[in-house]
C-alpha cells in the first residue's frame, strides 16, 4: 500500500483541509474541510485532488440556474446579515453591529441561509425584513418584504415626538397623527391621545406589511 498523501493545510478552491474526517465504506479517507463561508464538510481525497469538489456548496448555490436563483439570492441576503452585524469593515456596520443589532439565525452563512428557508412567503424580487427595526435577525422577528415598501419602517428619528415611527404631534391642531405611504398612496388619520395614534400605525404596518430595509 502506497504511503497516505498528507492533505491537511492544503486550499482546494475555497476548501482548506482541516484533518482527517473519517472512512468510506471501501476505506478511503474523508477530509475535513473548512470552507470560506464558515461551513464545514467531509470530502473524498479524490474529489479535492481532482478539483471535483471546490466548495461546500455555496459555490454551486452562488452560481444561479434557470431554477436556482432564489437560492442563490437567498444565500446572498443570508451573507449580507452576517456582514453587516458581525464585520466591522462592512459599510453597513454601523447601524446594525456597531448599534447592538445581532444575527442571532446561525455563526456562518450557510446556518443563516438554512433559517432562512425556514421563513415562508418567500418570491423573487422580496427581501428580508425585521418587523422590529431595532430587533436583531430572529425568526420571529423576519418576513419577506416588497422593496418598495421597506423604506417606511426605518428608525425612528431624533426628532420624532412619540417613540413610533409615523406617528407625531401637531401644534397647529393639537392632535396626533398616524401616518403610511404605499404606492405613492398616503393613509393618515388624527387621534386625541398618542396611544390611539401608535395603535393605527400598527395596525397599518400589518395591513400594508410595510418593510423596514432594503440592504442585502
Same mark, same amino acid.
Given at each position: ?10 486550499? &482546494? ?22 470552507? *470560506? ?25 452562488? =452560481? ?42 446561525? =455563526? ?5 441561509? *438554512? =433559517? ?10 422580496? %427581501? ?19 422593496? %418598495? ?22 401644534? %397647529? ?5 398616524? *401616518? ?6 398616503? &393613509? ?7 396611544? *390611539? ?20
Amino acid at each position: 500500500m502506497g504511503k497516505k498523501m498528507e492533505l491537511k493545510g492544503l486550499r &482546494f478552491g475555497r476548501l482548506l483541509v482541516i484533518e482527517e474526517g473519517g472512512r468510506q465504506k471501501n476505506g478511503g479517507i474523508l477530509w475535513s474541510c473548512e470552507c *470560506e463561508c464558515g461551513a464545514t464538510t467531509l470530502v473524498k481525497r479524490e474529489n479535492l485532488l481532482s478539483g471535483n469538489t471546490k466548495s461546500c456548496g455555496c459555490l454551486r448555490i452562488s =452560481n444561479p440556474t434557470k431554477h436556482g436563483e432564489s437560492r442563490n439570492r437567498i444565500y446572498i441576503i443570508a451573507n449580507g446579515i452576517l456582514q453587516r452585524c458581525n464585520n466591522p469593515n462592512h459599510k453597513w456596520y454601523s447601524i446594525y453591529g456597531g448599534r447592538g443589532i445581532k444575527c442571532l439565525l446561525g =455563526n456562518t452563512t450557510a446556518e443563516v441561509y *438554512e =433559517n432562512l428557508l425556514k421563513i415562508p412567503g418567500y418570491k423573487n424580487g422580496l %427581501s428580508i425584513d425585521r418587523i422590529n427595526v431595532d430587533g436583531n435577525y430572529e425568526l420571529y422577528n423576519l418576513r419577506w418584504a416588497d422593496a %418598495s415598501l421597506q423604506a417606511f419602517n426605518k428608525r425612528i428619528s431624533s426628532r420624532n415626538t412619540s417613540g413610533q415611527r409615523g406617528v407625531s404631534f401637531s401644534k %397647529s391642531s393639537k392632535k396626533w397623527r398616524a *401616518e403610511i405611504k404605499k404606492d405613492k398612496k398616503l &393613509f393618515y388619520k388624527t387621534f386625541n391621545t398618542k396611544e *390611539e395614534a401608535i395603535s393605527y400605525r400598527l395596525k397599518l404596518e400589518k395591513e400594508l406589511q410595510v418593510g423596514d430595509e432594503n440592504v442585502y
